[in-house]
């Protein structure tokens, strides 16, 4: 049987493929994919998490979280590139009111209790908030 899981990434170069394999690995069952800022901005964090999920269209699509708003001191855009994603641009059918990670987070572990791992990927601020 699959494990249930819920992503936090803050997807730049590294956190997209890794949402990629962890999307399309047999063993995990993907239920949510949470958002944060920390590679790139709350606003590019959300748009690129939608993106991994469009461009690489899993057998089951998990639910999306938008990233909270935060913003740090240092970005990771002289690794990941312009956006996170090496600078190249992609198609996005933006959500228009995607739920906020924290919420997402909290709707899933209650759905599922004692079945559902969160698989932190980044910054820890939506499984914080989600925690209060």
Partial sequence: MARKVV??????????LAVTLAMHDPNLEVLGLAATAGNVT???????????VEQTDPPRWPRV?????ILYDVNAVALHGPGG??????????LHHPHPADKLIID???LYPKEVA???????????????
């Fill in 108 to 110: 899933l572990v209650r």
């Fill in 65 to 69: 979280g938008a990233a909270l708003p």
């Fill in 85 to 94: 994603l090496g600078g190249v641009e992609f198609p996005c059918a933006e």
């Fill in 42 to 52: 709350a606003e590019e964090a959300t748009r690129n998490v939608q993106i991994v």
């Fill in 7 to 16: 992503l936090v990434a803050d997807p730049g170069l590294d956190g997209a």
């Fill in 118 to 132: 969160v698989v932190l990927m980044g910054p820890a601020t939506a499984f914080a908030r989600a925690l209060d």
